[in-house]
């Protein structure tokens, strides 16, 4: 099955710095989302993109629906130390049962 | 609280047995869903289930099986013909008409002795 492609794969970076991160695909979405996997745990959604074009945020998180509608960017503002985890995007179509995956951007924050 | 339960956390496999890995729901959803996680390769979907007694293979389901008796529970057997099980799983359940919204369980680490 198909899976996105995100980049980075990995990010190392610093207490309040500022993250983006992007998800492409070959084909179309009509939803694109962005979720987060704490070590060990579930992925959890962090927001959902319903329009090409559209930009929401979600406190110090901000996505962006792209204007082809196969890509997707996730930017997140003044790193935490609660932020480590990995990004998952995903893409979504209307009537379909399954969502397609991107391979993740895992986030790590250097003391 | 409503919640998705995934048992046990960890779970050991020895070569030639099969293991089954639980999943319990009660959101009310009508959907569910098992992935595979291996580092760095993201998300597999093995197989989903959209109603009582109905479900198809995702993309990874050779090796694996489930059944859907009830509402609330999808349990995965990783059979002894799945010869590279060792990975994290994750069950997902979504509602009627909202598919795109995921709510995951916090996984089973599988792995073989």
């Known amino acids: 099955g198909q899976q996105l492609n995100q980049s980075p794969q990995s990010m190392f970076i610093q207490e309040g710095e500022d993250v983006s991160m992007n998800c492409t695909s070959s084909?179309?979405?009509?939803?694109w989302l962005w979720y987060k996997q704490d070590p060990g745990e579930g992925p959890v959604l962090l927001i959902a993109?319903?329009?090409?074009?559209e930009l929401t945020s979600n406190g110090r998180l901000t996505a962006q629906f792209g204007i082809t509608r196969k890509d997707s960017f996730l930017n997140i503002s003044a790193s935490i130390p609660s932020d480590v985890g990995i990004y998952f995007c995903?893409?979504?179509?209307?009537?379909?049962?399954?969502?397609?995956f991107g391979t993740g951007t895992r986030l790590t924050i250097i003391p | 609280d409503g919640g998705i339960t995934q048992s046990p956390k960890y779970l050991f496999r020895k070569e030639g047995q099969n293991v089954t890995l639980s999943c319990e729901q009660n959101?009310?959803?009508?959907?569910m869903y098992w992935y595979r996680q291996d580092p760095g390769q993201g998300l597999r979907l093995i197989y989903y289930s959209q109603i009582v007694n109905d479900f198809q293979k995702g993309d990874i389901a050779e090796g694996y099986s489930v059944s859907r008796e009830k509402k609330e529970s999808f349990p995965l057997t990783v059979t002894s013909a799945q010869k590279n099980p060792t990975a994290f799983y994750l069950c997902?359940?979504?509602?009627?008409?909202?598919?795109?919204?995921?709510?995951f369980g916090s996984g089973t680490q599988l792995s073989v002795l």
């Open positions: 993109l319903y329009k090409a074009g």
């Open positions: 995903a893409g979504h179509n209307f009537g379909n049962e399954k969502l397609t």
């Open positions: 997902a359940s979504s509602a009627r008409g909202v598919g795109e919204k995921l709510f």
């Open positions: 084909s179309i979405f009509n939803t």
């Open positions: 959101l009310n959803h009508d959907a």
